[in-house]
Each structure stands twice: as C-alpha cells, then as structure tokens.
C-alpha cells in the first residue's frame, strides 16, 4: 500500500465524470487500498478516484463507530444512491480544496449501492455524517464539488490561531478568492514536478 498524491481544485481531473468500472483487477483493489491509506494519513473521512488522479467510479468512505479507534473504511465501486430522505444542512471540507469549509444541503439520509472489492453488491443504509460522506463522495465521480453546492455566503478558511482552542478560526473568504489561491497550489505542485 502506498499514499498518492492528492489533486487540488483546479486541476482538471476534478471536473471529469469517472468511468464505470467494468472489470475489479488487482489494479482497482490497489487503488482502493492506496486511497483508504492516503485518506487515513490526510486525515479525511472520505476520498473519490479521481482526488487521487484515477478517473473511474471507486470511492472509500470511513464510519466511524461508537468508541472513536475504529473507523470502518467502506471501499465502494460504481457507487449510486438509490435512496435520499430528508435535509440537513451541514459543515463540509474536502481534502481537494485544502482548509476551506462551507455550508452544503445534503440528504438526512440515503441508501447507496455498490460492488465491493470484492465483487459482491452491497449495499449501505447511512445516515448524518456517513449519509454526507457518501452525498460528497459521489459527487466527485460527476465531476462535482462541494463549492458548486455550498451556500456562497458561508465558505470561510480554516486559519491558524493559537488563541483558539481548536488551534484555528474561521475567515469568511469569497469563491473567487478561494479559487485563486487552489490555482496557485496547482501551480506550484506543477512546478515542483
Ligand atoms: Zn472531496
């Protein structure tokens, strides 16, 4: 298992819909195993192909259980919702859009479908923090991040504070300005290659 390198906003793998996978090779196992690691290492709770340079539908998304050691990583290919109920607003971040929050409308809760690795259907009731994950997730396989969802006036970055207890404090920032700063993220990354 190895960590890859995460995409930033910006680049354009992120706004292409993935391929559905037709075959589960050793190849696509790997790639799964490599996003889990790269998603735990991040942190992040959850990581689509594509943030990880590969456009096909797999994502992996961690739940995690009452005591808070054990998150269950799900590995899912060809996820779909196939069922949404309800709304709730929520805080959402992304590992592709470093440090930026916002506010994003998402379903209470959904029932998805997928392959697992290995090979057979599965499918996930989740609700809350699982339900968005999920939501977040298979966005990124359409191309879609949270910023094309969130309500314009609450994205705000994450900016270091040593006063405040949490280690940081929220700056409201505009969209333009915040995809601004990923341009020159992706920049440099570019220049460093
Ligand atoms: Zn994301």
Known sequence: MATRRIYICGEPILRKKARRVRQVDGELIELLDDMAKTMREAPGIGLAAPQVGESVRAIVV???GDDDEDMVIHKLINPRIVEAEGEVEGGEGCLSLPTLQGIVLRPQQVVVEALGPDEEPVSIEAEGWTARALCHEIDHL?????????ERDSLAWMIPDEDDESGYRLQSVSLAEALA???RLVE???AEN
């Open 62 to 64: 961690g739940e995690v």
């Open 142 to 150: 359409n191309g879609k991040l949270f910023i094309d969802r969130a």
């Open 181 to 183: 700063m990923f341009q």
């Open 188 to 190: 440099k990354a570019g």
